[in-house]
Structures are given as structure tokens and as C-alpha cells.
């Protein structure tokens, strides 16, 4: 029987109402599968927040996940309320937004994130992969595996910088892409077909490429620190 993502979820959320009753605040789908994008190999990101988080919990929550069929694409995150609503709020942009509803509401659990906290978040995810595709760069020894996984995080960096330059969050890397130009818009071309694009011949111009539009985007905070 083929994966069926909604049949998935729908026998998650009783196995979750059964187990926790009045503890599960909570389900919520983010990823590929929320975006409509996933494929074959694809997670199922799940996030479950729980009136209060125990060991117990976990442990119960780790039994339902071997109970269910294509267990081994469960994937996701699991908190407690307190937990959640004291999280550093530059962490939540993506969860915030990118999560969708499955039980309850996330605007209930948590309140989104400043345009200030946006930035600061998205500064150090720029930092991040900075480091990594200079670090690499210089020192691995297989350049087209690393690049693909650089080039993933860019959609969410780009996906980010596009909400603060215009107050809208785009879902899906297609939608955004029709919003870009100039190099955000072949940096997201790579990062979509990333997988056919990158390959052993042009993997030393792409991660000079991907430094470049690093190095620019940085150059955009500073003055604001």
C-alpha cells in the first residue's frame, strides 16, 4: 500500500487523543509534506506540544510512533507548553508560520515573532552557512554532497529575507520563486533542483557562487547590530 499522508495523520491524532487525552494541546505538520512538496524519500515532520512534558511522555509518544505503519518516516518535534512559550523567540519564525494545523491552533500556544527577532534569526542562519560552505569549501572531500545540503537551507534564508522586505510568508519554494530576481532567484533555482544541477564539475563554481550571495546578504545588516 502506498503512503498516504493524511491516513497517517489521522491515525497519529487518535493514537495521540487515546494516549494523552486532556495533556495533547497540539498537532501540527511542517515540512515538505506541508508544503505539498515532498517526495518518496520525504519525513513526515510532526510537531506535538503537550500541556506538560513528563520522561513518561516521551515514552509513551516513542510507543506510538513504533505502532505506526512507515514508522521509519516519522520525524519531528515534541514539547511541553511551558517549554514552547519560552523558547527564544528568534528560533520560532519558521515554526510559527511554516506549521500547519492539524489539532488546535499554534497561534493559541504561541505568539509570533518581532520583525526585529526575524532579522536576528535570520542573520545567524546566514552566519551559520557561511561558516559551513567556507569550512567545506576548503576541507571536504566530496564538494557535490556538502553543496546539496547547503543549498537546502538557502530557501528558508531567502524565505525569511522575503517575508521582512514585504511582510508576506511564502510556503513553497515554486510560489517564491516567481517573487524573486537577479541572484536570489538563481540561488533558489539551484537550491530547487539541486539534486540534478549540482554536480562534480560545476560544484567548485557553485559554492564560490553561494559564498558571494552569503557574503552580500551580510553585508545587508551592517549598521543594524
Not at 507548553?81 to 500556544?109: A, C, M, R
Not at 564539475?201 to 551580510?218: E, I, P, S
Amino acid at each position: 500500500m502506498d503512503f498516504n499522508i493524511s491516513v497517517w495523520l489521522k491515525e497519529l491524532e487518535k493514537k495521540l487523543k487515546e494516549t494523552f487525552k486532556n495533556n495533547l494541546l497540539y498537532i501540527g505538520l511542517q515540512g515538505s509534506y506541508a508544503r505539498c512538496e515532498a517526495d518518496k524519500n520525504s519525513d513526515v515532520d510532526v510537531v506535538v506540544i503537550l500541556n506538560s512534558l513528563s520522561i513518561k511522555d516521551l515514552l509513551a509518544y516513542k510507543s506510538i510512533i513504533n505502532s505506526m505503519p512507515y514508522k521509519e518516516k516519522s520525524c519531528g518535534f515534541v514539547s511541553g507548553k511551558e517549554e514552547i512559550q519560552n523558547w527564544s523567540k528568534e528560533d520560532l519564525f519558521q515554526f510559527f508560520y511554516d506549521t500547519k494545523n492539524i489539532y488546535g491552533k499554534i497561534e493559541d500556544i504561541i505568539t509570533p515573532p518581532s520583525i526585529e527577532e526575524i532579522k536576528k534569526s535570520n542573520k545567524q542562519a546566514l552566519e551559520n552557512l557561511y561558516h559551513a560552505a567556507v569550512h567545506s569549501y576548503l576541507h571536504s572531500e566530496n564538494l557535490q554532497e556538502v553543496l546539496v545540503s547547503l543549498y537546502k537551507t538557502t530557501f528558508f534564508i531567502l524565505q525569511t529575507k522575503y517575508f521582512i522586505q514585504n511582510g508576506e510568508y511564502i510556503r513553497t519554494k515554486q510560489e517564491l520563486l516567481s517573487k524573486l530576481s537577479g541572484l536570489d532567484k538563481e540561488i533558489l533555482t539551484v537550491c530547487i533542483n539541486k539534486n540534478l544541477v549540482i554536480t562534480c564539475d560545476n560544484a567548485g563554481h557553485l559554492y564560490l557562487q553561494l559564498v558571494d550571495w552569503l557574503q552580500r546578504n551580510l553585508k545587508e545588516f551592517i549598521g543594524e547590530a
